[in-house]
């Protein structure tokens, strides 16, 4: 015979601290294995296939806080990273508070790589990550995503794979995995 204990909040005897939540109420989780490329114009953001997490808060005043850890390389050049989000009903955007602040036309994102732009550019995978507390207030179904571009229409940004991913019997050539967590934490 098992036991559970259910409850929408849990708050210490001496209150909540000022500034500080009840805890973590429920954590969703997505991993990507697969490749992914752009489908392009690569200039412009384009959510990354299977790389997103749905979750429903319980309270209209819950934080929720996005961890990303996303495997990328891009064709030449420059890759970017940014955050978007789509609330029940809407269509996905970026989340402004994740990206950086605008001048002129320069590219705004959360996280970015530089390829290597020598003989063995087709090597290269980066790293990039985020953590994000949103705001979404609301109790409806919100779903976070990752968006990768390249810095120039002619080039592509790609997913857990380098640019050149033909030669599986090549030690250079590796594929990653990606990760993006979704934690509900309450006010």
Not at 17 to 41: A, F, M, R
Not at 59 to 88: E, F, H, M, P
Not at 133 to 152: E, F, H, K, M, Q
């Amino acid at each position: 015979m098992s036991s559970e204990l259910r409850v929408d909040r849990i708050i210490p005897t001496s209150g909540v601290p000022t500034g500080g939540g009840g805890g973590i109420i429920q954590v969703k989780h997505t991993t990507k294995t697969d490749p992914w490329s752009h489908p392009g114009p690569y200039a412009g953001y384009s959510t990354v296939t299977g790389l997103d997490v749905t979750i429903t808060p319980t309270r209209a005043d819950s934080k929720i806080l996005i961890t990303a850890s996303v495997n990328y390389a891009t064709q030449y050049w420059q890759g970017y990273g940014a955050l978007y989000r789509q609330l029940s009903g809407g269509s996905m955007s970026v989340v402004d508070g994740a990206i950086g602040g605008a001048n002129g036309i320069q590219p705004r994102y959360s996280f970015t790589g530089l390829q290597y732009t020598g003989s063995n550019d087709a090597y290269n995978q980066y790293h990039g990550t985020l953590t994000y507390l949103d705001s979404p207030s609301t109790t409806s179904v919100v779903t976070y995503a990752i968006a990768l571009r390249s810095y120039n229409n002619s080039y592509r940004v790609y997913c857990n794979r380098n640019h050149d991913d033909s030669r599986t019997g090549s030690d250079y050539h590796g594929r990653g995995a990606s990760f993006i967590t979704a934690m509900e934490i309450s006010a």
